[in-house]
């Protein structure tokens, strides 16, 4: 059995690395998710400990990761393999690699269907569906119209995986290098715009005192394991996904510089995405807590007093499939990157065959009740966290020193050991209390 992998290419530059790692960290869930989760656990707690969670937790698994595709110059399988045997650890740290291509599977199948939400939220919004609606109407259209219908549901969520499997299978460089170049620049642009707005027509102070404001007595310890999960989730961490892109950076590159920018943009792009929601939540009189419907439910009603009502919304909507779109393709792209590196198919014909099997997923999402929330739940809480669990371990404490420090190589002697230290101990305690707790040990 050939275990080498066969063909790895690369990034065109460092910058082409960070505009398609911050489109894979900055999707639905900065501003699908994060919003909702914010209202649900209550505001400004919250979203500190969200913070600390992204600082002491993300960022230096962030680095990791990187790291460890650089070093492994192949698909998360042969990384971890090739870096298991140069350190002298055990082969079964591959495991990082075949779950994180699992997970990257499983996350796409209820991704995507939301992904279809947002597609059909363009086109409603092209039509000019949600002009001079009322919140009710707006909301009854999501929970009463979309959400009941299966098949509307089954073609939507077809159509975005499909967009989604034609970028990846067109290549690192033509495809998701491309796309990322020219989608990450727009998707800022119009972000600011819909912030200006928001703070111009919105309820922005109580907004900014909802996201701002800690008041910890609504805090649960829920919310902790909630605020880390996203955390992973929104950093794209823990699934190789990361590791994947960062095996196309080029050599010079400074990992940890890389990391802290893309960390920095998710952050920034999720509170302005906060500050475009909730100014318009409280405007209309929505609840925070509205869950999952939150942004659907919301958001057409930002467009409505506006002059071309109907444009706006539906560049807004095609704004967030572009976040959902380049978030999509790093989902799918570890386990394309193996098939691809593995069997002599060619990289168009992996890519349908991963790409059947998450649409599959997709389908059985729409139609297997429940599904959707559990598989949420197992991928982001608990999977994605043990991925990052086991690769802060693996990097701490089974990798040769020595290979971290090379690839770290632009750290001072006191940053590297202040990473190192942080991932070797304060990574490893900190995932750990969460899972302990959420499983009502502590
Ligand atoms: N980070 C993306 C978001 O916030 C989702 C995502 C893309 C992801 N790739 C991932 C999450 C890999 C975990 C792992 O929407």
């Known amino acids: 059995m050939n275990t080498a992998p066969r063909k790895h290419v690369g990034w065109a530059s460092r910058w082409t690395f960070i505009l398609a790692a911050t489109g894979s960290a900055v999707g639905l869930g900065n501003i699908w998710k994060f919003p909702y989760i914010t209202g649900e656990y209550g505001g400004g707690a919250f979203v500190l400990v969200y913070l600390l969670c992204i600082a002491i937790i993300g960022l230096p698994v962030l680095i990791a990761e990187i790291l460890l595709g650089r070093q492994g110059r192949s698909n998360p399988v042969d990384a971890m393999l090739g870096i298991a045997r140069a350190s002298d650890a055990s082969r079964l740290w591959v495991i990082i690699g075949i779950m994180g291509a699992i997970t990257g599977l499983l996350i796409m199948s ?40 299966q098949k509307l549901q089954f073609a939507w969520h077809s159509l975005f995986a499909l967009i989604t499997i034609s970028v990846v299978a067109a290549g690192v460089v033509n495809g998701i290098g491309m796309a990322a170049r020219i989608l990450m620049p727009l998707l800022a642009l119009l972000m600011l715009v819909l912030l200006a707005y928001s703070a111009r027509y919105g309820a922005f ?34 699934m190789g996904a990361i590791m994947v892109y960062g095996s196309y950076m ?21 509170m302005i995405a906060g500050l475009v929601i909730f100014p318009l939540v409280f405007a209309h009189g929505i ?30 909507f095609v704004l967030v499939a572009i976040a959902a779109l380049s978030s999509a393709i790093s989902l799918l792209e570890p386990a394309v990157a193996w098939m691809d590196e593995h069997i002599d198919i060619g990289r168009p014909w992996a890519t349908g065959i991963v790409g059947l099997l998450v649409w599959g997923g997709g389908v059985a999402c729409i139609y297997v009740d429940q599904l959707f929330g559990w598989l949420d739940f197992l991928t982001t809480n608990i999977l994605l966290p043990l991925g990052g669990l086991l690769m802060a371990i693996f990097v701490g404490w089974k990798m040769k020193r020595k290979l971290a420090k090379n690839q770290l190589a632009g750290l001072s002697y006191h940053q590297f050991n202040l990473w190192y230290a942080v991932l070797r101990v304060f990574t490893p305690i900190g995932i750990l209390l969460v899972f302990a707790h959420s499983i009502g040990l502590l």
């Open 287 to 316: 609840s925070p807590a509205a869950g999952p419907g939150l942004m659907f439910e919301s958001l057409p009603l930002a467009f409505n007093d506006m002059p071309f009502s109907a444009v706006f919304a539906t560049v807004f």
């Open 205 to 238: 102070a109580e907004a900014a005192r909802f996201l701002f404001a800690a008041d910890f007595s609504k805090l649960s310890g829920t919310a902790v394991l909630v605020a880390m999960g996203h955390a992973f989730f929104t950093l794209s961490l823990g």
């Open 110 to 149: 209820f991704y995507s269907v939301v992904g279809g939400w947002i597609l059909d939220y363009m086109a409603e919004a092209a039509k000019g569906s949600f002009s001079g609606q009322d919140a009710g109407s707006i909301s009854a259209y999501f929970k009463n119209s979309l959400l009941p219908d």
């Open 250 to 270: 080029p050599d010079k590159a400074s990992i940890a510089g890389t990391a802290i920018t893309i960390a920095v943009l998710d952050t920034v792009i999720a």
